[in-house]
């Protein structure tokens, strides 16, 4: 931004904070409105991720055997993996935020976010993998489904919301990826520091946000009635 | 500042409850409790959620408001949850299907 609102301003006597945006009184005020304005946000995501969950609930109540059927198609030690680099990957971002808040070295918050790119990336990875398994098996919804002539017609609705969930979730972590290589590109540039931490502070609520999603989506896909059927 | 610094200690504690939280409902899926299963399984999901929100999300160190904010939204992620589902629950559309 501006360098040079580190002068003096006019009418009064002590200089700006360069991040400090002008409709704010202070850095407190500021970080205040900012973290309150990316909790409406997320507002917004649990409503949108809740449609999709409202869905879900409504034909597995419709549809329990069905679901319960389809759910033991799902891999379940790769699921777990993946809920445990996601757990792992929540707090390296938990740790950078950390990082900028007490002023450490700018290397030190990258390698961090660096970290919680890297098992962001080890997630969508085992998830594609697990895609792929289901493009093989025919267990994509469509012409060429294949499944048990019982649940034939309600498994596919398990699956239609399975890719869908997960993939929006996918999506998800890979817009936070962006915002993490964002992020990285500002802490190099030492705009981080002790009193101005915010958009990192943002970015990590973010994260978490998708963290939570998954936890959520990992037992209602993956669990169903495994001790039961077949 | 508003910033509360919270001890590694803590953001490592509540790493470790989620992994032990997380292999929990694995093998608690595994046992036939009945209907319980789904009610564990969200009840463990649900304590996990918490523990995020509070420590990693620093909503335990945050202002009230942001902490209205927070329980506004589950409440209203209830009403969408909770209306719908009696709905359906109680019109019997199966016996449309």
Same mark, same amino acid.
């Given at each position: 931004?501006?360098?040079? $609102?580190?002068?003096?301003?006019? =009418?009064?006597? =002590?200089?700006?904070?360069? $991040?400090?945006?002008? =409709? ?11 973290? /309150?304005?990316? +909790? ?6 649990? /409503? ?23 759910? %033991? ?10 809920? $445990? ?85 996918? /999506? %998800?972590? @890979?817009?936070? @990826? ?6 990285? +590109?500002? $802490? ?18 973010? +994260? %978490?946000?998708?963290?939570?999603? +998954? @936890? ?15 | ?34 209907? #319980? ?18 420590? #990693? ?41």
């Amino acid at each position: 931004m501006h360098n040079e $609102a580190m002068a003096v301003t006019p =009418h009064e006597s =002590h200089p700006h904070h360069p $991040a400090l945006a002008h =409709h704010f009184d202070n850095l407190e005020q500021q970080t205040e409105a900012t973290t /309150l304005g990316m +909790w409406v946000f997320l507002l917004t995501e649990i /409503l949108f991720f809740g449609g999709l969950f409202l869905v879900y609930s409504v034909y597995r109540y419709l549809y329990p055997n069905a679901f319960a059927a389809a759910s %033991h198609e799902l891999d379940i030690t790769l699921g777990t993996i993946n809920t $445990a680099v996601l757990i792992g990957s929540s707090l390296t971002m938990a740790l950078a935020v950390r990082a900028a808040q007490t002023g450490a070295r700018p290397r030190v918050i990258v390698l961090l976010l660096l970290a919680t790119m890297l098992l962001g990336g080890v997630f969508l990875g085992i998830k594609a993998t697990e895609y792929l398994h289901k493009f093989a098996e025919h267990h994509v919804p469509g012409p060429y489904f294949q499944f048990e002539k019982e649940y034939f017609r309600e498994a596919q609705i398990f699956f239609s919301l399975y890719f869908v969930m997960t993939g929006l979730h996918a /999506l %998800h972590m @890979i817009i936070g @990826i962006g915002i993490m290589l964002w992020m990285s +590109w500002w $802490a190099l540039r030492g705009r981080f520091s002790a009193d101005y931490y915010v958009p990192i502070e943002v970015a990590g609520l973010y +994260w %978490h946000f998708v963290d939570i999603v +998954w @936890i959520f989506l990992f037992p209602l896909l993956y669990l169903i009635g495994r001790h039961g059927v077949h | 500042m508003s910033g509360h610094i919270v001890p590694t200690r803590v953001y490592y504690t509540i790493f470790g409850i989620l992994l032990v939280m997380t292999y929990l409902t694995t093998q608690i899926a595994y046992l036939d409790l009945g209907a #319980f299963n789904t009610v564990a399984a969200l009840a463990i999901a649900g304590f996990k959620a918490t523990l995020v929100v509070l420590f #990693f999300m620093h909503v335990k160190y945050s202002t009230r408001l942001t902490k209205l904010a927070v329980l506004g939204g589950l409440y209203w992620l209830l009403i969408l949850l909770t209306i719908t589902l009696t709905d359906y629950m109680t019109r019997h559309w199966r016996s449309y299907g």
